[in-house]
């Protein structure tokens, strides 16, 4: 999203509607849905991964590199829930991106 300050009058890019509530709203879905792949649901994970990719180069990689992929997922949930966690705030506080000052 670029945000332009054109004159005295704000321009966002598309897809901006300056709304704090559809922050806070995009955080706890992002926090939802790392709680989906949580490292406490690793073995529950990498047995879907293990069944659904079964028979294919990708299970093989799996099946031969398990430590790997639970290191891979437990990263995403720790990325995904921080940066929920921020969205959610951020959007409770009102934070808006910053606007550079007008060069003249």
């Known amino acids: 999203m670029k945000t332009l300050l054109v004159g005295d009058r704000v321009r966002r890019g598309a897809g901006d509607t300056g709304r ?4 806070e709203t995009r955080g706890l879905l992002m926090t ?3 709680f989906l792949i949580c490292p ?3 073995p529950l994970t990498l047995a879907l991964l293990a069944a659904a990719l079964g028979g294919t180069a990708a299970g093989a ?3 031969s590199h398990v430590v790997l992929a639970g290191v891979l ?3 995403v949930w720790l990325v995904l829930t921080a940066r929920g966690v921020w969205l959610v705030r951020a959007g409770r506080r009102g934070a808006a991106c910053p606007v550079p000052p007008a060069r003249r």
Do not use: E, F, K, W
């Open 73 to 75: 997922i437990s990263t």
């Open 32 to 34: 939802a849905g790392a």
């Open 40 to 42: 406490c649901h690793l």
């Open 61 to 63: 990689v799996l099946g």
């Open 20 to 23: 704090d509530g559809s922050r």
